[in-house]
């Protein structure tokens, strides 16, 4: 039921894409990059669970999937994988600054410029991955 | 349609939680993983009994489990509005089909593949 008793015979034009979207202005382009990254952090995903299948099948098959991830190309497609993760959390963790900048309930808005709140939470991302690759890499 | 339409809420709750699990945790696995570990740059850190310990746990198991499924479906939900955005809503049944069919099948591989450690 809508609000209006009109509002069902309102004829409404079809969606249709802005002019010049997805390439012709640098904010589309930078859009539509972000959304890009879904395909390659998807392809991370299958690389990790390629890993995980080898690791559940025992040494040599593990120790042959390092030593396949460890070729040229591969090395380079989880660089690109890599490189596009990183784009989506900073670009995430960026904005979402605009987030802890508004006023939420009774809290009062934090007493800090908008770039610092930007960088508050990369700083703990940044530090999580740091505490990830230490138990990764056999230091914790 | 309908029924993709309905569960539009589900799709958001999965598509912010991915993203949220992807910031926190997926640069360091993929670096750690795809390119140090391949390289001999973590040392014995992942070798097999370490690797194998560390991922077989039932915190690791969760932990894997966790990430890679909800990374996938943000993913998924991603893809679909790319998809929207580039080509019209035309593409909608096979956008909103294909990719949440994809991150289902991911889902699935992922808790076998998991199990199996």
Known sequence: ?140 | MKLIHKLEPLWWILFGAGGFTACFFLPALLLGGLVLAPQGLLGDGLAYERAHALAASPIGKTFLAAVITLVLWHCAHHMRHLLLDLGGHALAPLAAFGSYGLAVLGTVATLAIVAAL
Request: charged share 10%.
């Open chain 1, 1 to 140: 039921m809508s609000a209006h008793p009109a509002a069902e015979k309102t004829r409404t034009s079809p969606a249709r894409a802005p002019s010049g979207f997805p390439f012709g202005f640098s904010r589309y382009r930078n859009y539509v990059l972000f959304a890009a990254t879904s395909v390659f952090m998807a392809l991370g995903c299958i690389g990790l669970l390629e890993g995980l299948y080898a690791l559940s099948k025992g040494p040599e098959a593990w120790n042959a999937w390092l030593a396949h991830m460890a070729q040229p190309f591969d090395l380079a497609l989880s660089l690109l994988v890599l490189g596009f993760t990183l784009y989506f959390v900073f670009r995430f963790g960026w904005v979402g600054r605009k987030i802890g900048a508004g006023r939420i309930g009774p809290l009062p808005r934090p007493p800090l410029p908008l770039p610092v709140l930007g960088l508050a939470p990369l700083g703990g991302f940044v530090t999580l991955w740091l505490i990830l690759l230490a138990i990764l890499g056999g230091l914790l």
